[in-house]
């Protein structure tokens, strides 16, 4: 089984998507995308004809050498075989069709990075997941909503994979608004970690000293950002 299937990957075939999540992406001449999932390369040629360059990065080796023999004429394009996020490169744009296992640490890694507009397929539940409030309310809920403003832009139905996954997926498309680092988002991860608790005794448990009979999902993104900063 190839690595991409085990990660949960599910490969878009729809042209007619492709070309609507590159239109939600607003590309123009200057731009420089990073792609993290090559993949079959469906958006690949899509992001280059409208981009200064694009940075594509494939974790499946077969994948990888597929794409270097279909797209290695195009000059604006630059293949990279290995982890995409473990490339340390700059962009203005991220654009992916990312395995549905690597959702959540794909949006830990762009609230820590510098860009202009981000444009992602994601399980349709995981979706709602960013956009909860309240008893419903995640940590990565908290740092979706810290770091960006998230749109919905488009619901893709799963007969437009190969292979089909079994729900539904949405495009998100992403503009940044505060920075985040690890050790804030690992505060954050802290209080939800014992997210039945008081914050009094979350903390106590960190060793840190918070009067509070709150508990996480009572309080706003704000408030729990706010928190986290003490105990990270």
């Given amino acids: 089984m190839k690595r991409r299937q085990r990660l949960g ?3 878009l075939k729809s042209q ?4 609507k999540i590159i239109q939600s992406a607003q590309i123009t001449p200057k731009d420089v995308i990073l792609e993290i999932g090559t993949g079959p390369g469906i958006l690949t040629p899509l992001l280059c004809d409208k981009a200064k360059s694009v940075i594509s990065v494939e974790a499946d080796e077969s994948l990888y050498s597929d794409a270097i023999l279909k ?3 195009i000059p604006n394009l630059e293949l990279m075989y290995g982890d995409g996020f473990e490339v340390d490169v700059d962009f203005t744009i991220f654009v992916s069709n990312l395995p549905y296992s690597e959702s959540k640490r794909a949006i830990e890694w762009l609230a820590q990075k ?3 507009l981000a444009v992602i397929m994601v399980q349709k539940e995981f979706a709602d997941k960013l956009l909860t409030k309240g008893k419903e309310m995640r940590a990565i809920s908290v740092v979706a909503n810290h770091s960006f403003d998230i749109e919905k832009i488009l619901k893709v139905g799963k007969g437009n994979f190969s292979p089909p996954p079994k729900v539904d997926s949405v495009v998100l498309r992403l503009t940044p608004k505060k920075q985040i680092t690890k050790e804030l988002i690992d505060g954050i991860e802290k209080l939800f970690s014992q997210r039945r608790k008081t914050i009094t ?3 106590k448990s960190f060793g840190h000293t918070i009067q509070s009979d709150k508990r996480p999902e009572q309080l706003s993104p704000d ?3 706010k928190i986290a900063k003490q105990i990270s």
Avoid: T
């Avoid at 007619?16 to 070309?19: F, G, Y």
């Fill in 9 to 11: 990957q599910h490969f």
């Fill in 201 to 203: 005794n979350i903390a």
């Fill in 71 to 73: 797209f290695s004429k």
């Fill in 16 to 19: 007619n998507i492709a070309e």
């Fill in 114 to 116: 510098k860009f202009r």
């Fill in 223 to 225: 408030e729990i950002i």
